[in-house]
């Protein structure tokens, strides 16, 4: 069965299709010599070429989502050793310490991301190094196997997928001048057999990847615990106005703030006589809270001031706000739509229950698969418990 990566891979290359198919008709319009207005004006081979550069552009988004999700799925396991290039990649300290606050999934997820997007896997020696990342092959080993699905040798296949690389480069590069200026022509037919190429590139890099585990990165709702004071005198104020937020009073407006680095810091030149690990934690929670928290995601306000004590869940709707005129502790907010507020606390399980006793204002959770049992209690107010963990 075919992944969502590789179906979204075929509608992209249905597209590009669907631009030859536009081709091809607009040169029957120029074949039958009427004036049809701005139309007679476009040219189709303009349509050829851009079919071409959709067709090698998404063989990369393809590849590049397969890699991260293999990536992912082979640090979660148990499978060892590791792919030799992935084994040696080296995360910064930064990074780890995100680990603290947030699941290890997300953040590996991110770094991954982070590593393989300055990565293009369209010429033959950059899909063989984003196949290291995740199998155990060697570049000549990876070629052999897809020119022997393809009816070639490894040589004629790597020549192949190149030639096609270097036409799309000179398409958005050179405007498909050569060297004299002139536009180099292309046909119909040329674009369908460059796309089928690419079509058969990609089903035998599949059939490569088969049986490797593979996890589904960024497709859970995450959900986060934030406070409402320490002793809850802010849960009113959330829950009448639709807020998740405030505190941090000597903090101000982090509109600006566009990466952790930068909270970093600010926090050091806001809490200069704290130590450097309360100052990371700072950092952390009001990253989290500018910068990482997003639209549609759950949050969870553990309710103090109830009679019986009660979680309110809500869904992210906004993007983070400064009010510069509210109380000091009631400027940093995020909009709520709070699904429900009266959820007893009891009903959550045991490790449920431990994970919203977390002592940060703001953090992830997701361990015991907290963000998708949440969601539940939102909808049935009852706790199903974590799923089972697939083999």
């Known amino acids: 069965m075919s992944s969502h990566p590789f179906e979204q891979f075929e509608g992209n290359l249905s597209y590009a299709r669907n631009m030859v198919t536009g081709g091809r008709a607009l040169e029957g319009l120029h074949g039958l010599g009427a004036n049809y207005g701005d139309l007679a004006a476009a040219h189709p081979e303009d349509l050829y070429r851009a079919a071409w550069s959709q067709a090698v552009s998404a063989l990369d988004h393809w590849l590049h989502q397969e890699v991260l999700e ?11 050793p590791l792919p030799e290039r992935l084994s040696k990649l080296r995360m910064p300290f930064a990074t780890v310490e995100q680990m603290v606050d947030n699941s290890v999934g997300s953040v590996f997820a991110e770094f991954i991301a982070e590593e393989i997007r300055r990565d293009t896997y369209q010429r033959s020696k950059g899909i063989s190094e984003g196949l290291r990342l995740i199998t155990h092959l060697n570049a000549q080993q990876i070629w052999e196997h897809i020119a022997a699905g393809l009816g070639t040798d490894a040589g004629a296949a790597r020549d192949r997928q190149d030639k096609i690389v270097n036409r799309r480069n000179q398409i958005a590069h050179q405007a498909d001048l050569d060297s004299e200026g002139r536009r180099t022509p292309m046909s119909a037919a040329e674009v369908v057999a460059a796309v089928s190429w690419i079509e058969g590139v990609a089903k035998q890099i599949s059939v490569l990847l088969t049986g490797l585990p593979r996890a589904t990165v960024e497709q859970e709702t995450p959900a986060w615990l934030v406070r409402a004071g320490k002793l809850g005198e802010r849960e009113q104020w959330a829950l009448r106005n639709g807020f998740v937020g405030g505190g941090f009073n000597e903090v101000g407006d982090l509109t600006a703030i566009d990466n952790r680095a930068r909270m970093v810091e600010l926090m050091e030149q806001e809490y200069k006589d704290e130590s450097a690990g309360l100052i990371r934690n700072y950092a952390g929670q009001l990253w989290a809270f ?23 869940i809500g869904r992210v709707i906004g993007d983070y706000e400064f009010e510069a005129g509210a109380p000091e502790d009631r400027r940093h907010l ?13 009903v959550a399980e045991q490790d449920l229950r431990n994970s919203l006793g977390a002592f940060m204002t703001v953090c992830e959770l997701w361990r015991n698969d907290a963000a998708w049992r949440l969601a539940k209690l939102a909808r049935t107010g009852n706790d199903p418990g974590p799923r089972a963990t697939e083999a």
């Not at 293999?70 to 060892?80: G, I, K, P, T």
């Not at 759950?298 to 109830?306: A, E, G, H, R, Y």
């Not at 995020?334 to 009891?346: A, F, G, H, I, K």
Request: no cysteine; hydrophobic share 40%.
């Open 70 to 80: 293999h990536a992912v799925a082979l640090v979660r396991s148990e499978d060892r």
């Open 290 to 312: 500018r910068g990482k928290i997003q639209i549609g995601d759950l949050v969870v306000l553990p309710l103090k001031k109830t009679k019986q004590a009660t979680l309110a």
């Open 334 to 346: 995020r909009r709520v739509e709070w699904l429900t507020s009266d959820v007893p606390r009891n």
